[in-house]
């Protein structure tokens, strides 16, 4: 047992939030068999009370050059390619309203079938400019697998590009990977194929997870840390923790060898589920900050490369800039947990 967890264990309440007690007993999931936070008897989820009593304990993390929190960046990419009919609506909505560069660089980009998704470099470019760096999760699906949109084979430049920039490159599983054994590994090799080296971090496709089971599964493919455990519909913290922890799984009572960065804040929770205009969006968005820099702790978020574009974009780089305001250390997942 982790010093961590002896901590914890001395307040059943906490111990009992942290441990994630509700997902075990509830038989309840939505469409896509996530356990929702309107299930949860945890009701205070803009407050990260576990972490609040570790600290209040005397744990206090520390990260480089005395920074006091860290943000752990990411990116999901669900898809590379832009389809025309998409392109032809932003041409028409920018000729509306007279962006005429940006009409342009629409009507150009249809001669490419890599653009506006296939914006990595970009993206790499806006945070290092904040000094931040990132993860960048990629799916690795076969012809015929649900939501199967690229393959993984045609972007090891692109894979190059950002490996070599120093930004890491995880694994984005699909549908059935959280659940099924084999089919997480087999993405998993396939991904490794092409990058030529072993990947250390993982979130699943619509944030779909199974406590403890998907834990014990990516721990046993040889995974060093997962990013999926946050909710899909609310932003906040989960399990009441804003610092990176082990799991425990109740059904064995041990300790399960794996890392989990929870994951406090998705960009299309604020909208899909949320419905927030962007004044409320980046209140929310203030306050999450201000709480996990007032624990010291991480904050993860999930940003989108096909969000990065008008206001979504406007959002990121304003949680890049007052990050960086702060002080926070601004990195991605595998760095965060082998410091």
């Not at 356990?35 to 304990?57: G, I, W």
């Not at 041990?254 to 980046?282: A, C, H, N, Q």
């Amino acid at each position: 047992m982790n010093a961590m967890h002896d901590i914890l264990r001395q307040n059943q309440e906490i111990w009992h939030i942290f441990q994630c007690r509700d997902e075990y007993l509830s038989s309840f999931r939505d469409k896509y068999d996530r356990f929702p936070y309107y299930l949860s008897s945890q009701r205070n989820v803009f407050e990260p009370v576990a972490s609040e009593y570790l600290c209040n304990e005397g744990y206090r993390p520390e990260y480089p050059d005395g920074q006091p929190f860290a943000v752990c960046l990411t990116h999901d990419i669900d898809n590379v390619y832009c389809p025309l009919p998409l392109k032809g609506y932003t041409f028409v909505k920018h000729f509306i309203e007279r962006e005429m560069r940006q009409c342009i660089d629409t009507a150009l980009s249809v001669r490419s079938r890599k653009l506006p998704y296939c914006n990595f470099e970009e993206v790499m470019e806006l945070e290092e400019r904040y000094g931040a760096t990132s993860s960048f999760n990629f799916m690795a699906l076969a012809p015929g697998d649900e939501d199967y949109t690229y393959n993984i084979s045609d972007l090891e430049q692109e894979l190059g590009i950002i490996s070599d920039a120093g930004w890491e490159i995880g694994l984005h599983g699909g549908h059935r990977a959280y659940c099924d054994y084999e089919q997480l590994v087999t993405e998993k090799a396939r991904l490794e194929k092409v990058l030529g080296y072993s990947v250390s971090g993982y979130r699943n496709h619509f944030l779909r997870f199974r406590v403890p089971d998907t834990w014990q599964n990516l721990a046993k493919a040889g995974f060093l840390y997962d990013n999926t455990f946050g909710y899909a519909d609310c932003v906040g913290f989960r399990n009441g923790m804003c610092h990176p922890f082990r799991p425990y799984d109740l059904n064995r009572d041990e300790e399960i060898g794996i890392v989990e960065i929870p994951l406090s804040i998705m960009d299309s929770t604020f909208e899909v589920y949320m419905r927030l205009d962007p004044k409320g969006m980046w209140e929310i968005t203030r306050c999450l900050i201000d709480t996990v820099e007032r624990y010291h702790g991480v904050l993860s978020i999930l940003w989108h490369n096909n969000c990065m574009n008008g206001e979504q974009l406007m959002m990121y780089e304003k949680i890049l800039a007052y990050c960086r305001e702060k002080g926070a250390w601004m990195t991605g997942g595998k760095e965060l947990v082998t410091i």
